[in-house]
């Protein structure tokens, strides 16, 4: 498919602060992951932790929280996870569905969709 980027703000759940960031478009990616020290600095705080896969097969136990991505202006509180601040901001699965997005991979864009209910 080929990766690109994606504008996407991100709010704490009282939606008092917001930052736009970059993130990869990533549908292998089960949620979306963006650096902890940002989701810190937006008032994000972990509410628990999951077990996730890494792309070389390691297992590791990640913090994650809720947070409102919002995206082309339509807007939905999403699970982040709190990635390492060096780290790639990716835009999983679970957002781009919460969202009803799809991705065109030629066009390099996000289009909304009619999602599958059966």
Known sequence: MGTFRYTVEISDLDRRHTETIDAFVDTG???????????????????????LLLADGTQVDMDYGRAW????????????????????????????????????????????TAMIMY
């Open 29 to 51: 990616a089960a949620f979306t992951a963006l650096p902890a020290s940002f989701l810190q600095s937006l008032g994000v705080r972990p509410i628990g932790q999951r077990r």
């Open 69 to 112: 991505a919002t995206i082309d202006g339509e807007s939905e509180i999403t699970i982040v996870v709190f990635g390492q601040d060096n780290g790639p901001a990716l835009l999983g699965a679970y957002t781009l569905e919460g969202l009803s997005l799809a991705v065109d991979p030629v066009g390099h864009r996000l289009i909304s």
